[in-house]
Structures are given as C-alpha cells and as structure tokens.
C-alpha cells in the first residue's frame, strides 16, 4: 500500500513563497502520474499541477507562472514550488499519485498541508 504524505504548508503573506512536497512510502510504481490538488473551504477540489514520470508539467491557469511543479524521479518525490502568492491560493493543499491508464485501480492522495496567504 502506498502512503503519500505532504510537508510545507504555513502562513504566508501575500506575494510570499512556499514550498511543498510530497514524500511517497510504500511500493509505489515507477510510472506514475503525480500531480497537486487544492480544496478551499466550502469548495470542490481542484486541479493545481501535474508532472508525468517523464517530466512533462501541466498547470491549472490560475497558477501558471506563479506555481512550479517538480519530481525527482530517484525518490518519487514532489515539490511545488509557489511565488507570488495570492490570498485565493488559500486552502488544502493535496498530493496525488496514479497510473496514468489505470486511474481506478491504481490511485493514492494524501492527507493534505495547509496553506493559508495572508492580505
């Protein structure tokens, strides 16, 4: 079974920086998809960021420029970096890790860090 377990989240003023991770423990395949997550209070769970195994990065649009996501493939771990942050960005920050065929039987999330920004 596969743990994902994410670091990093805290109280920020806006325009400030953070950085997150997501630490994976468990057999955990090679080839997965992993990618961020946010839910804001009262909100759905949205998309952040994704990164294939072999790098290519995907962002929601309200993030791009600002946010960069990263894995290091030796470790399975992943970071999103986070600039210019904004009080909207407020919220659950979730870590994901899927096959990227076999999304239903082979799907991890973990527990979530908090990030608050600050007006």
């Known amino acids: 079974q596969v743990q994902l377990v994410e670091s990093g989240g805290g109280l920020v003023q806006a325009g400030g920086s953070l950085r997150l991770s997501c630490v994976p423990s468990?057999?955990?395949?090679?080839?997965?998809?992993m990618g961020w997550y946010r839910q804001a209070p009262g909100k759905q769970r949205d998309l952040v960021a994704t990164i294939t195994s072999g790098g290519t990065e995907d962002y929601a649009e309200y993030v791009e420029g600002r946010f960069r996501i990263s894995r290091d493939n030796r470790k399975n771990t992943m970071y999103l970096e986070m600039n210019s942050l904004k009080p909207e960005d407020t919220g659950l920050y979730y870590c994901r890790a899927w096959h990227p065929y076999r999304p239903r039987e082979y799907n991890f999330w973990g527990q979530g860090t908090q990030v608050t920004v600050s007006s």
């Open positions: 468990g057999n955990i395949l090679s080839n997965v998809k």
